[in-house]
């Protein structure tokens, strides 16, 4: 065995002056290494001088020292923003660095997530930064309602949305929780459920406070995510937010104040007198009797009105203020915040508050037991309106769509008119309606870090996690018996008063531990063996009373006539275990072997393990071969499966309550009936398989990065609702049914363009696009959301793309008419920086995809679309545009399936950094930064989608469904300004 020498030293924080723990010391070239305990001290064995050391930790710059001989080395390592894109998660416990990485994982940076300007919400903030993530705003009201898909889509009937996990805790993003407006919309046509789509809630992860975040990575496949499991198919989105570092406390405070306003309106047709009253010379649509004398009237009062402005056109305030502090001792170091956001909507009477108060805190109990803790506390409360499909003429959106200048809307004396030519006033309805969700959440997570060993070849550690998300949500809807719908005489929906209250209580709690051990042989091949156990509980218990017949003005369930229950409950528990392999070759070829085995009570055998391997290898051709000296190539891929569990309930048949009259006496008692959906008690979760492979390439320095993926990704064991043989009892069943397969290419390049003096220019560029196919179906092909062919539906269908939209053709036959997929997503990202101003804004370009656009359908059936009158459809210029989009219908579906393609500046901030000089002047040490700013979220949307805005989802966050608008809720564009102290 070769003689060995030492080198020893002291790691410290270039910021702070004190030790730094974890960083990694390298032998340059080899695979040799050792990491800083925690009062930053390492020790390293080298056989040969002179020798180059690589000292390197997450978020600090890399530093390569040349050391001649043994002895003390102390080293300082400096912040870097960029530094936190070089290390990426590989398993439950532990972390690689990004160039040796066989997976394309995207990262995002806080600065980039919420440092150009404050998003809405966390989901929100991502869209267009991320490639391979489509990101939909399914509803523009304050609070959010947001859908995710990773690379397509991953499953038609059960869960389609990523796992979330923060700090180690799966957090619960459930954005289903129906609170009643059903009950008055008909939307979902067979009455209310607790699980409605339709009725316009928010995604929990709205309540996660972006501030708080430092980083974010996502997981896109199997390939990446199989480590994760049977819940790991839609993809992991993993969220690590802020913690503190040993040194003087540090407090920031900053406020932005803006206001909010409509991206686009519709615009009204171009009344007169002649039109109000005969309407359209040949069909006569757009004309009511009488209506030409009000027109007159109005008119000569001043009187006429643009509804959809009344409604839309407001300038909703919005203020954001935070407030953290962050320091530590040797021991103990912490971060803690409040933030409180407020949104005023466009609509008058809606809008969204949060208050987020988080805690983190890392304590080193010895010198091998460090324990981290993370808490945040949240209240949220959104009103949301009335608005998306319905089909019983009552909601805001719907009203107003058929709204005419010259009606009379507003109250004289606290008393509103009724509408004259319809069942709903939109004014009273928004003024006096309530639609609120209000929660209470606690997301909590210790993690438990032993060092168990250790020496120069070898080390064992141990970490135990836990963690809980807990919260209660209460949903409120309240319709006053005196609106003009609710008139048990002459209302459309004559309920005489409906007030709802529901309360959704959710605990989720995840249970871990791992051991992780990394060797290193003398043929400087390292080692790291990860295994560990896992346990996830789920419960969830959802009540919701609804009344109607109300007593007077009252709003309480119990002051009413009529009153229905409803409640579901969920109970799940899922136990699994993992093992991977790590190996390491001189940091030159670097493989991955793992397996996940899980078992689940939502499955049909609950004792029955699912196993979900994974295998990838990156090779770093640079290293290995002799390329140019300023350019690294690597080839990777990898291979993972993993798993999506069938919807709760899915298992079995439900069984209803039911009166039965009883023979003899007639009088009526409980019974029992079943509901119209079989369930499948050998249902199996659906199994993603996933193959990616591409490169990265750095050049010149790595001043200018690409990276390419390929990936291929299959889904087995579909979980479908299909229908059924009518004569069987059942319309629909529950089934592991087809297959589905997606394809997709993405391609990411970044760029340092100029970086001299004082002007540095970096840039981006993202592209991605995704097909996707049925490649299997087992049963008859069915639509699933929409509402029929003839206006153009969703439909599953084998061969055809899973986000197909159908509709009927000219002999009535069903036929393809679009496809909601993009052809190819892209996005721009450009910062510049001179001197203390920066500069920042970032395009997202979106081609291709078609919407089903309802809203038009709706105007140009009530005689009002801006455009009816025009002759520009027509080839012949003889037939309005408005009766020329109803009359194809009867040759086919696809007047309304529409391009839903777009060009966005989705986010521009300019800032001042108020120079350190100016600052000692006027404030001493007391201060240590000052920023003022602007910025602004959607201000410039360029798109021919003739509506509010191409991103629309009617169904929520549906998996396959995306792009069906129904009179939605405008979306917005935001203007903030910015103030920021540093103490």
Excluded: C
């Excluded at 503190?244 to 007198?273: C, D, M, P």
Aim: zero cysteines; hydrophobic letters at 35%; aromatic letters at 10%.
């Amino acid at each position: 065995m070769a003689f060995t020498q030492q080198i020893s030293g002291t790691i410290t924080d270039g910021a702070t002056n004190l030790p730094l723990a974890g960083a990694n010391i390298i032998i340059k070239g080899t695979n040799i290494g050792a990491t800083s305990d925690f009062d930053g001290r390492y020790s390293i064995n080298v056989s040969s001088f002179p020798v180059t050391l690589e000292f390197s930790s997450l978020g600090f710059e890399t530093l390569e020292e040349v050391v001649r001989q043994a002895g003390t080395v102390n080293v300082t390592l400096q912040e870097s923003a960029e530094s936190l894109e070089e290390v990426v998660i590989t398993g439950l416990a532990s972390s690689i660095k990004r160039t040796n990485a066989a997976n394309a994982v995207a990262s995002i940076s806080a600065d980039d997530l919420a440092g150009r300007t404050p998003p809405q919400t966390l989901d929100g903030a991502m869209a267009g930064k991320f490639v391979g993530a489509q990101i939909t705003q399914a509803s523009g009201a304050p609070g959010g309602g947001i859908s995710v898909k990773l690379r397509g889509v991953t499953s038609i009937n059960a869960n389609g949305q990523p796992l979330y996990i923060v700090d180690g805790v799966y957090v619960n993003n459930n954005s289903v929780f129906a609170g009643g407006l059903n009950e008055v919309s008909g939307a979902a046509g067979g009455g209310a459920t607790t699980n409605d789509s339709q009725d316009n809630a928010s995604n929990r992860i709205a309540d996660i406070n972006p501030d708080d975040i430092e980083n974010i990575e996502i997981l896109k496949g199997a390939s990446a995510s199989a480590i994760y499991g049977a819940r790991a198919a839609a993809g992991v989105v993993i969220i690590t937010t802020k913690r503190g570092k040993q040194g003087k406390t540090k407090i920031k405070f900053s406020q932005a104040l803006g206001w909010n306003e409509a991206v686009n309106l519709l615009g009204t047709r171009k009344w007169n007198a002649e039109l109000a009253e005969n309407g359209d010379p040949i069909t006569g649509i757009g004309g009511r009797a009488g209506a030409g004398a009000l027109f007159t009237a109005a008119q000569t009062a001043g009187r006429l009105v643009d509804w959809e402005k009344e409604i839309y056109g407001e300038k909703g305030f919005i203020t954001n203020t935070n407030l953290s502090a962050s320091g530590g001792s040797e021991k103990t170091s912490f971060f803690a915040s409040f933030t409180s956001n407020e949104e005023e909507g466009i609509v008058k009477r809606t809008g969204a508050g949060r208050k987020s108060f988080r805690l983190n805190v890392d304590h080193k109990i010895t010198e091998n037991i460090k324990i981290d803790l993370s808490g945040n506390y949240v209240t949220s409360s959104a009103d949301r309106g009335f608005f998306n499909n319905e089909n019983n003429g009552t909601t805001i959106g719907f009203a107003t769509l058929f709204s005419r200048p010259w009606d009379d809307f507003f109250p004289v004396n606290g008393i509103y008119p009724d509408n004259q030519n319809g069942g709903s006033n939109p004014i009273h309805t928004r003024d006096v309606m309530t639609n609120n969700e209000d929660v209470s959440r606690i997301i909590a997570g210790a993690g438990l870090d032993v060092n168990l060993f250790s020496n120069d070849k070898q080390s064992l550690k141990l970490f135990i996690n836990a963690g809980v998300d807990t919260y209660t949500l209460k949903t409120t809807v309240f319709f006053p018996r005196d609106l003009q719908f609710m008139n048990p005489n002459t209302g459309v929906l004559p309920l005489d008063g409906l007030t709802s209250d529901g309360t959704t209580k959710n605990t989720d709690a995840n249970y871990s531990a791992f051991l992780v051990h990394n060797y290193l042989n003398n043929n400087e091949i390292s080692f790291k063996t990860q295994v560990g156990l896992t346990n996830n509980q789920f419960l969830q218990n959802t009540v919701r009373v609804t009344s109607n017949g109300l007593i007077g003005s009252e709003s309480n369930v119990d002051q009413s006539t009529n009153v229905a229950v409803s409640q579901t409950r969920l109970e799940q528990e899922d136990f699994g275990f993992f093992i991977q392999e790590e190996i390491n070759y001189q940091d030159k070829i670097i493989g991955t072997l793992g397996i996940r085995g899980d078992k689940s009570s939502n499955n049909g055998d609950a004792n029955e393990l699912f196993y979900y391997p994974k295998a990838s290898v990156a090779v770093k051709l640079h290293k290995l071969f002799t390329l140019p000296e300023d350019m690294e190539l690597k080839l990777r891929t990898a291979y993972g499966e993993a798993g999506n569990f069938a919807p709760n309930g899915a298992l079995f048949t439900r069984y209803l309550n039911t009166l039965i009259t009883r023979p003899g006496d007639g009088k009526p008692f409980a019974g029992i009936i079943t509901s119209n959906t079989l369930g499948d008690p050998t249902i199996k979760p659906e199994r993603q398989k996933e193959l990616e492979f591409g490169f990265d390439m750095g050049l010149f320095n790595k001043r200018l990065f690409l990276e390419f993926t390929y990936y291929k990704k299959d889904v087995e064991d579909l979980i479908l609702s299909a229908d059924n043989q009518a004569s069987s009892g059942f319309s629909f069943r529950w089934a592991n049914a087809g297959e589905l397969e997606n394809r997709g290419v993405e391609i990411a390049l970044n760029g340092s363009v100029f970086d001299k003096g004082d002007f540095t220019w970096d840039t981006g560029v993202i592209f991605f696009k995704n097909t996707s196919e049925i490649t299997k179906l087992n049963v008859n092909p069915f639509n699933t959301q929409g509402f029929r062919t003839s206006l153009g539906t969703f439909r599953i269908e084998e061969g055809k793309s899973a986000t197909q939209i159908a509709g009927n053709d000219s002999d009535g036959n069903v036929a393809t008419f679009g496809d909601s997929e993009p052809d190819f997503q892209m996005s721009f990202n450009n910062n510049f920086k001179y001197k203390d101003f920066t500069l920042s804004f970032f395009w997202h370009w979106k081609k291709g995809g078609e919407n089903v656009n309802l809203t038009r359908l709706l105007t140009d059936d009530s005689g009002t679309s801006h455009d009816w009158d025009d002759l520009t459809l027509d080839p012949e210029g003889k037939t309005p545009n408005g009766f020329y989009r109803l009359s194809s219908l009867e040759a086919g579906t696809n007047a309304y399936i529409e391009d839903a393609s777009y060009l966005k500046l989705r986010e521009v901030g300019l800032y001042y950094n108020v120079p350190k000089g100016a600052l000692n002047k006027w404030f001493g040490d007391n201060v240590s930064d000052v920023k003022l700013g602007f910025s602004g979220r959607n201000l410039i949307n360029v798109f021919d989608y003739d509506s509010y805005d191409p991103e629309v989802s009617n169904f929520g966050s549906a998996a396959a469904g995306i792009g069906i608008e129904v009179a939605p809720f405008p979306s917005s564009k935001r203007y903030m300004f910015h103030l920021s102290v540093g103490l």
